[in-house]
């Protein structure tokens, strides 16, 4: 059974609409630890050597966030800074981190069909998540697909996101369970929509 | 002579030095002290001092004057305009009521009227000596009742002048004006005196403004400490002199100069270079008033001086209450403004002896009235003794002074006790984001204040279960402690810990015995009053020092993680093991300072380290020393 820590960040809480029922959806499944960053570090004082202990007690890190401008709210960054030591997540004798399972869980305000050429986003969402695949690959980490979950500007309030949500916990307890295709979801568009075809047939 | 002067001088030092501080070791005051001192040297005890007593006492009478220029040094303009309606009212109603009033007593006892109207002006004025010091000592001078207080002595102060011109036309003399220092413009045609005390005040005004600044910066450059002690005396000297010349109130003088001083720069060196020559000057008035008492006579008809010591205070005591009541004071400081300012003052000695000479009244009366003065003076101390332990701790009583308030309709998740200047803040926050509250507070003033605000506050005692379950404190979620007194905030914590386990309990804590006293009670957290600020001027003052503000930020809090981390391990050794307490403290401040010495603007420790690249800098020299040397790997 894998340890899942969900590193959440969103600065608004009270105003999301999806972020915030996708975590309800997840924070009592067993094996799962939340972790809200701007409830943690309000001024953004990061404790580096408690999040490091974090992460080494976990085996699958999910950065669950909005993708705002094309990213990660603020304390993720500055998080990445001060957490991911060299020394001791890459570089010399950097090896923490390595073997672990890593995505991005995230809330787009377009719909699926800007992030494309062509789209007024003119990049795809894994292009964009460069950054965030080449810092799991140089900690040594499996880097999968992003959940996201697009248009959430359109959702509307009263909105359940049902459907979302189960999937989102699906993937959480497959993961934890050791059932999902960890390839093929390493090479998908998005965990969300390939979802079924990465779990056991029979299952599925 | 020289010697007798040395000798003399030698006597009235010990005294002050023997029995102040037995006095105030007795909680008795300096005043009381320097009374007795002076009742023990002088000629009906010891008769160490003897008739020159009188001269020794009109020299110390210069210890008010500065006195009245200190006092004057604290009050800007502006704050005296504030008090223009205590002043004026509540001062002229006492010196025209106790006035009226005493004067119909004596006429009552067979005095005839003009003398009677001497006797209530002189017996009108209390002893701005005794009272401002005792006041200042016991810390009472800034309470409502003080700064009534206050306002009436300054009137009495001024009203001294007219009664100075009075005085002549009351006595048998009138017609052949007797000239005194006091009384020199007596001579002159009324518009030329007005024109002449103008003039004076404005000179001093002038001074204040335009003469002392640029002698004092002269003086500074000089650096010359003993210079600037001499210009300051001279000023009040100077000053005193010139009242006197004109024929107003030296002390009256030199607090208009005190006033107009107190907006300079100058203003704490001339309260340092004074203070001491007053405190001095001022023993030694009192010590002079103490051999001044004539027991010999007190012996010989001791029941009716009694009668009139006793009559007088009580006569003034009255008055001084209808017209607190009449001001709308509250009940305390009623009682001390009536209490404090019911003996008769050191100008009555000044005026008693006027009369004399304009020959109001025979020189036997005048002794009997000197007599009872110096006894009500003497008096005083034990006064404000008997009202700091016995009447002001029942006139305070709450219960009695205004009922606790019913609370209505109290049922909001937060309730807050104690709401001064600490509660305010957390309370304004709470309210800015519509959070409902119930207030209460123990302050009556400030009730009635925050209700002018439109802020409900109920007034009554949190440590009260009572009171708690009217606050709503069963379906409340949290309870702030604001209180700024320890003990009440310990004991409403206390309380609330017995009866509402549920409540989580923030508080506002004094001192880190308070600290450890709450948190071990089950509070929360306990936030030290000063920490905040205290914190913020740290971290401003690093950043003045050339700290970026980031850095200066993060160094501030990570030594406050250490520190809130070492007061929660110190708390338990408090209790147990004062010994290893201090050892732990002294070690959490090397501690500290090991935490901050790493963190030089450039290095990065522990929680920065992600910032710091000398790591990564080394390794890229390895990689790159391998990629150009394939037999390294």
Redesign the interface.
């Known amino acids: 059974m894998r340890r899942i820590l969900i590193l959440f960040a969103h600065p608004v809480l009270e105003r999301s609409r999806v972020n915030r029922r996708l975590l309800a959806a997840v924070r009592e499944v067993s094996g799962v630890t939340v972790h809200d960053l701007y409830d943690a570090y309000p001024?953004l004082?990061?404790?580096?050597?408690r999040e490091q202990r974090l992460l080494v007690e976990h085996d699958v890190i999910v950065f669950q966030h909005p993708f705002y401008w094309y990213s990660t709210p603020a304390i993720l960054k500055e998080w990445q800074?001060?957490?991911?030591?060299?020394?001791w997540a890459y570089?010399?004798g950097g090896t923490q981190l390595r073997g672990k399972i890593t995505f991005n869980a995230i809330t787009t305000g377009g719909p699926e069909a800007a992030y494309r050429r062509g789209g007024y986003n003119r990049f795809t969402i894994r292009e964009l998540l460069a950054p965030w695949d080449q810092t799991a690959h140089l900690c040594g980490m499996r880097f999968l697909a992003p959940f996201a979950v697009h248009a959430a500007l359109r959702i509307a309030a009263d909105d359940d996101v049902a459907q979302p949500r189960a999937a989102y916990r699906q993937l959480i307890e497959a993961l934890r369970d050791d059932r999902l295709d960890l390839d093929r979801a390493a090479s998908v568009e998005n965990l969300a929509v390939a979802l079924p075809s990465l779990l056991p047939r029979e299952v599925a | 002579m020289t010697d007798s002067v040395l000798a003399q001088a030698f006597i009235y030092l010990c005294a002050a030095t023997i029995f102040v501080p037995i006095a105030k070791r007795l909680g008795l005051g300096a005043v009381l002290g320097y009374l007795i001192g002076g009742v023990v040297i002088g000629p009906f005890f010891m008769g160490l001092v003897g008739t020159e007593g009188h001269h020794v006492m009109h020299f110390a009478e210069f210890g008010v004057v500065m006195m009245l220029f200190l006092v004057g040094l604290e009050l800007r303009p502006a704050l005296l305009w504030q008090l223009r309606r205590p002043i004026l009212g509540l001062g002229g109603l006492q010196v025209t009521g106790t006035g009226a009033a005493l004067a119909a007593a004596a006429i009552a006892l067979g005095v005839s009227l003009r003398p009677a109207i001497a006797i209530g002006l002189t017996f009108a004025m209390s002893s701005t000596a005794i009272v401002l010091s005792t006041l200042n000592e016991r810390g009472l001078l800034k309470t409502r009742g003080g700064q009534s207080s206050f306002a009436v002595l300054l009137f009495q102060d001024i009203s001294v002048i007219p009664i100075l011109a009075v005085f002549p036309l009351l006595g048998a003399a009138a017609a052949t004006t007797t000239v005194t220092d006091a009384t020199s413009e007596a001579g002159r045609p009324a518009w030329l005196s007005a024109l002449i005390v103008i003039g004076a005040v404005a000179c001093v005004i002038a001074i204040g403004r335009f003469v002392v600044r640029p002698v004092f910066q002269f003086l500074a450059r000089a650096k010359l400490r003993e210079s600037f002690t001499a210009a300051a005396l001279a000023i009040v000297v100077g000053i005193a002199l010139l009242m006197l010349q004109v024929g107003l109130s030296p002390a009256l003088g030199t607090f208009l100069a005190g006033v107009v001083l107190a907006d300079s720069e100058y203003r704490h060196e001339l309260e340092t270079d004074i203070e001491p020559f007053k405190g001095l000057l001022l023993g030694l008035f009192f010590i002079s008033v103490g051999a001044q008492i004539d027991f010999a006579l007190i012996a010989s008809r001791p029941l009716v001086i009694a009668g009139l010591v006793i009559g007088t205070m009580i006569l003034k005591l009255c008055v001084l209450q209808i017209l607190g009541w009449i001001f709308r004071l509250d009940r305390p400081a009623r009682w001390l403004l009536a209490v404090g300012l019911a003996q008769v003052g050191e100008f009555a000695f000044v005026l008693l002896s006027l009369a004399v000479q304009d020959r109001i009244f025979s020189p036997e009366l005048a002794g009997t009235l000197v007599a009872t003065v110096a006894i009500s003076m003497m008096l005083t101390p034990p006064a404000f003794i008997l009202l700091e332990r016995v009447i002001l701790p029942r006139v305070t009583d709450r219960g009695d002074a205004r009922p606790q308030d019913e609370i209505i309709d109290a049922n909001t998740p937060v309730v807050i006790a104690g709401f001064g200047r600490f509660g305010q803040m957390v309370g304004r926050l709470l309210r800015a984001n519509r959070i409902p509250l119930t207030i209460l507070d123990l302050d009556p003033e400030m009730v009635d204040i925050l209700g002018r605000l439109g802020i409900k506050v109920y007034y009554g005692d949190a440590s009260r279960v009572d009171l708690l379950h009217a606050a709503g404190c069963e379906h409340a979620k949290l309870f702030v402690l604001a209180v700024d007194d320890a003990a009440t905030a310990t004991r409403i914590a206390e309380s609330v810990r017995e009866h509402f386990p549920h409540l989580t309990i923030l508080a506002r804590c004094i001192d880190r015995p308070h600290y450890f006293a709450l948190r071990k009670l089950g509070v929360r957290k306990v936030f030290r009053e000063t920490f905040g600020s205290a914190y913020e001027t740290g971290i401003e003052a690093l950043k003045h020092l050339g700290y970026r503000a980031h850095t200066a930020h993060?160094l501030a809090?990570r030594w406050r993680d250490h520190e809130e981390g070492v007061i929660e391990e110190l708390g338990d050794l408090w209790r147990d093991d004062r010994a290893t307490y201090f050892q732990r403290a002294k070690g959490a401040l090397d501690e500290a300072e090991r935490l901050m010495r790493d963190e030089d603007p450039t290095v990065y420790a522990?929680?920065?380290?992600?910032?710091d690249?000398e790591?990564?800098r080394a390794?890229t020299q390895?990689a790159e020393a391998s990629v150009d040397n394939p037999e390294v790997s």
């Open positions: 001024t004082y990061i404790d580096a050597k800074d001060l957490v991911l030591e060299h020394g570089g010399h | 993060r809090r522990d929680r920065d380290a992600g910032w690249n790591s990564l390794d390895v």
